[in-house]
Structures are given as structure tokens and as C-alpha cells.
DNA sequence: CGAGTCTTCCAAAGCGCTTTGGCTTTTTCG
DNA sequence: CGAAAAAGCCAAAGCGCTTTGGAAGACTCG
């Protein structure tokens, strides 16, 4: 069932048809109303590619995925994933990921931008001066960054965390508790959440003429295992911190069981916090002791994004508005005062 | 730069040019690398849309994201989702997810059926009789299911791995160990891979004249949480078991907590095997105790569904063929003799 | 050498929608 | 009441590609 048939057995025009089911306002509310329903009754829905040639418009979001042999792709991807696809099928849109080489998103973003495969795009993990900015910035597509980069001298649209605000009060917390010495398991320092959050952590510390000190932080890709090395190699320094503060729930396992082989107990020797994106199968009140944490859903986040981003599509938002979400911290046994 | 346009610049028609682009071969070879010549330095791509409206192809692969509040999206998608986007962007095939309700992923398979918004798709996590596959199989479009299903009187591609024969290795193992009681947490039993799973270990059991007992077996979805409740459930009963075979490095986990949390050890009091599917950031040589495991790349599996939906688009591959992959069974610190 | 066969190319007809420009009718209002 | 404005509809021109049905010229071969 095309336009054309439809339109025939009605004996209308195309041009009434389309425009009756599109909404425009030059057409009778009575034959709107009969177009309708002979549309919903024979089940008539309009071929999505032909509508895209004729308008340029795909209906659908684009995500450029890195990819490649040594390239993983994070495991929080499916979460916000799930937020992302939870407005999206509400809203009738699919998500087209862009498979592209690690090293060269440039031309896939160019590709993707230049055959209007996608309404819009989204990007993750930016970094400061982060070049996909800059570049769909300029193709003039539109986007939403799920994270900020920084060193623009533009603005754009983003949805981000108070990453800074939420490792302040970690730390500040800790300090509280009477702990000198601190250290930071970040992510990658490549990244821009993990700058903000070694900045949060670094306020809170100066706040007490606290600092911290070069060998009391690691930045690592989030595994288990980048967890377990980097508590390691704190805590069998000289002068080992007495509380942590790290990026992941993933790398905080690897910190428990690095804190257990050392014969060390949580809180009692080491004080720890770590940030949660909400994964329904790692829970931190599951911890060995329960763990405190920073946390926000990564989860709403996508869903977040995605409704913003079909704002954006619609002309409903537009410029480059900025939004950023508080962070709860949630204290659970994992900290405690510093040991004397 | 459009194919009118190029044609004109080149005194062709646009019929031969776009032969030519097309490797028909009723064009002259002197003119047709004229054409690609000139294509390649004017940087022209054929519009996708155009293309898609002519032929019906969109050089896409589409995948149902079943998606909802209560849905949770399988941490594994993101390892499957590395290997398919690794092949796929080497032949630049793009990857539609489009999410539906997890209840009603019917409509959504029609559509995009009927919209040809995709060349081919992928089924994962199958479950016996799925009716996804008995909709995809009689809408006629390509496709391949990861996993397998059972009780069709059709055949059908899939890729999967031997999941029976993992854990019945396994199982075997363990029997040999002299472990009288097993145990075996499993994931989701509507699922087919679990019943396979535990197909394996009752066939390894009771080759030994042993069973594995209603109170021994547990089935939940795959989450750390799950994992502990399943352990302590088994391992407080009158008669424990001195074995268990566990189908995620995520429950496995919550089985490790739930064995210190009584005060056992491993491989002492409970040996244990777990299934990996390779997760970069979970390591089961990582455990405090190293677990032995049935370890399958599911990323590998993720390439290889893409290369032969490829193949299957473009017709080289036919039929229903089944591919089984072989599991390794490594064997780690985790399992020991059973206790006296 | 002329009929038949290849080879090589082309004009034009789709694919199914949106949108422009215009043409009737009806309504409004001084 | 008549001119101007508004409402409602339509034919046809795209969007940019593929593909059908020829046609012209070059080759083959009895």
C-alpha cells in the first residue's frame, strides 16, 4: 500500500494525502479526518526511504563506534544504551552505529554527515579539544556531547555529570574523616570526566592545605585488574593513603581484592569511594563492605540524550545549551575515620 | 556531486556511468576506468537514500533492541558488538538497532521488514520454539541467529558455541575430581544456551550414575546479586555442594563472596568453574582464587555473525547452515579434589 | 558481402514520497 | 454586491539512483 493507491482510492491527490497525514494546515479537518482513517485502516504507512530522499530526513540517531583489535568498548555503553533505546522507541527511532577505525572517526562522521543518514548524532567520552566536536560542529549536523570537552571557542550542546562536584565531596568526606593522605584510581586522564574529577578531589583536598601528591594518583582504563595494579602500587608505597577514591565500580573490585591480599581491611586501613553509573548486575551495596559511592544513572542519561537529541531533530532546542547533573553520594560502610 | 552531474562532466549517460561504478560488465574497460577515475577525483559517493529508494538494499544490518524499565541489555553486548563493528567496518556496513517493547518485538521486526530499512539481521539470546525466528524465517529477510533454538521443523543459520559440550567437560571434570554433589548456577532456563548448559553437566553426571538434584540447580539472570543468593541458597542446604558450575564470570562473583562470607575457601571446600565470554575488564585468571573456566570469545562470535550476514547479503552464503564453536576449558587454581 | 551476433552505450521509466506553484471555490467585508 | 482574501485541492516537478528496452556500430562468418 503506497501514497498512490491510497490517495487514489480516496480520489485525492498525492499531494492532499501526504499532506493531510503530515499535519499541514491547507487541507479540510474533515477530509484530514477521512485520509486518517482509511491510512490507519489499510494500514498504510509511508515508505521511510522514499520519504528520506524527498526530505533528507532519516528518522534516525548516529553513534560513530570506535572500533578496532585493541579497542573495547565500554561496558557503561550498554546502560546508557538502554536509556537511549528506552525513549527511542517511544519515539519510532532507530540508533545507526557507525563502526568506524579508532584512529580515523573523521571520515566516518563525514560519510555519515554527508549521506544524511542520520538526523542527528550523539558523542561520548570527549575529550578536551576533543576533534569530533570541532568537526560536527562544523558539518552543521545536530548533536548532543554525552560528557564536555573543554578549549573551544565555541559552545555546543551537552548533558554531563558534576563529576568535579561529586569527587569534591568524596574527598571532602574523607578529609572530614580525618584522612591526610588520599589517592585517585581515575579512567583514563585522556578524558575529560576524569580531569574534572581529579580537580574535584584536588579542591577538596587544598581545602584542607591537603594535596595530592604525584605518586597518590593513577589513571588507567577502568578494568579489574587497572584496579587491583593501581591499589597495589599505592598501597605498598612508604606512606600509603588511607582512603581512595576511584573511577569505577569495575576497578574498585580490583581494589578490594588488592586491599585483601595485603591483609588489609576496609575501613579499618583504607577508606573507599568509588563513582557508580548504575549497572543492575554490580551493585555496591553488594560489596564485600558495602561501598560508598558516587552516583548517578547512566542509564537516565541516555534516555536524557535521546530526548534531547529528538528535540534538537524538531527545532524544538536549539543553541548550545549545556546541562549538567548533580551527583548523589551515597555513604555506605566503606568509609570511616582515619586510622591513627 | 551527483551522478547527473558526473555523468554530464564525463559525456556519458547515467546509466553507463552508474554501470560502470557498478561493474556490470557491459561497459567498455577503457570507459569504465575513466569513470572511476573521475568518481574517485571528484570524491563522488552514490546517495545512499537514492540508491536504497531504487533497489531495496541499504547496506545495513539491523539487530531488535528489546528495551523497558525492568529490561536490563546483556552486559555481553558490548563484547559482540566490538567484533561485529570490527568486520563491519572494514566493508562498511552499518548497524541498525532499532529497540521495541520486550514484549512486542514483533512489530518492530515488521516493520523494518516491510520498510527494508535493513539488509539482514541478527537474533541473539534465542530461546526454544522463539518466535522471533519463526517471524524472521517466514518475512523472508536474511538472518542469523546467534545461539540456537530448538523444536522447529524449519532449519536456520546460527552461529554458536558448544554449550553442552563446555559444561559437560566441565561437569566431567569435576566428576573425576570425585566431587559427588554438583552444583550448577545457570543463567535464564527459557534461554537455550542454559538448557544446553545444563543438558552438559546432567549428561557428565550421570554418566557416573550421579543427578543433578531439583535443590542443586538454580537459574537467574546474570547479575553479581544473583550469584551470591544462588550460592548461599545451595550452600547452606543439609548437604552442600562441593562443586559448583556457574554460567557467568558475573555470578561467579557473588559465588566467590558468598564462599567467604561462611567462612569456606576455594578450592578447599567448593571448587568451581565458570563460563567466560572474555570480558576485557574481568579476568578470571584475576580471581583471589584463579577460576577455572569454559572460555568462548564472544567477540570473535560477533565478527563472524557480521562476515556471514555479509555473505548472506550478497548471496554467497545459502541455507540453514549451523556453526558450532568449540569451548576451551581451562583450568585454573579454582578446582580441586572434592573434600574428604 | 549481408545476415546475425556482440559490444557498448543511451533515453526514459521507475522507486514512493514531498513540495512548489497554481487553480477553483468559498468566505469575508467595506 | 463585488473585490480581495482565505481555504482546499491538484498536477507535476523534483529527490538521485537503478534498470529496462532499445539502438547504433563493430565483429563474425558462411
Not at 563506534?65 to 517511544?90: C, K, M, Q, W
Not at 538526523?119 to 548532543?144: K, Q, W
Not at 578529609?175 to 578531589?201: C, M, P, S, W, Y
Not at 537529541?309 to 536549539?318: F, H, K, M, P, V
Request: charged share 25%; aromatic share 6%; with cysteine.
Amino acid at each position: 500500500m503506497n501514497l498512490k493507491q491510497l490517495s487514489h482510492m480516496l480520489s485525492l491527490s498525492q499531494t492532499t494525502v501526504s499532506r493531510a497525514l503530515n499535519g499541514y494546515p491547507e487541507v479540510n479537518e474533515e477530509t484530514r479526518r477521512r485520509v486518517m482513517d482509511a491510512a490507519k485502516r489499510h494500514g498504510y504507512r509511508p515508505n521511510p526511504s522514499a520519504r528520506r530522499l524527498a526530505t533528507g530526513k532519516s528518522g534516525m540517531i548516529g553513534y560513530v563506534l570506535p572500533t578496532g583489535n585493541a579497542v573495547d568498548i565500554d561496558p557503561h555503553f550498554v546502560e546508557f544504551l538502554s536509556g537511549l533505546g528506552d525513549y527511542a522507541r517511544s519515539h519510532e527511532l532507530d540508533l545507526v552505529l557507525s563502526p568506524a577505525d579508532a584512529d580515523d572517526q573523521e571520515t566516518t562522521y563525514r560519510r555519515i554527515v554527508a549521506n544524511r543518514q542520520v538526523d542527528a548524532v550523539y558523542i561520548s567520552s570527549p575529550r578536551p579539544a576533543d576533534r569530533r566536536l570541532a568537526l560536527v560542529n562544523t558539518l552543521g549536523i545536530p548533536f548532543i556531547v554525552h560528557g564536555r570537552s573543554e578549549g573551544f571557542d565555541f559552545d555546543y550542546p551537552y548533558l554531563d555529570i558534576d563529576n568535579e562536584g561529586a569527587f569534591h565531596e568524596a574527598a571532602r568526606l574523607l578529609v572530614q574523616l580525618g584522612h591526610k593522605r588520599l589517592a585517585l584510581i581515575n579512567g583514563d586522564d585522556r578524558e575529560t570526566f576524569a580531569i574534572h574529577r581529579e580537580r574535584g578531589v584536588r579542591r577538596a583536598l587544598a581545602a584542607s592545605g591537603l594535596a595530592l601528591g604525584e605518586r597518590h594518583i593513577c589513571s588507567l582504563t577502568m578494568t579489574e585488574e587497572n584496579g587491583y595494579r593501581a591499589a597495589r602500587r599505592l598501597l605498598e608505597q612508604s606512606e600509603p593513603p588511607t582512603a581512595i577514591v576511584c573511577s569505577s565500580l569495575i576497578m574498585a573490585l580490583g581494589v578490594v581484592r588488592a586491599v585483601r591480599d595485603l591483609g588489609l581491611t576496609i575501613p579499618g586501613d583504607l577508606s573507599l569511594v568509588a563513582h557508580d553509573d548504575v549497572f543492575p548486575w554490580l551493585r555496591p551495596e553488594n560489596f564485600p563492605v558495602p561501598l560508598s559511592t558516587t552516583r548517578s544513572s547512566i542509564r537516565l542519561a541516555g534516555a536524557r540524550v535521546a530526548e534531547r537529541l529528538a528535540a534538537r531533530i524538531s527545532g524544538l532546542e536549539e543553541g548550545a545549551r549545556g546541562e549538567v547533573w548533580p551527583v548523589d553520594l551515597v555513604i555506605r560502610g566503606s568509609v570511616g575515620g582515619a586510622p591513627v
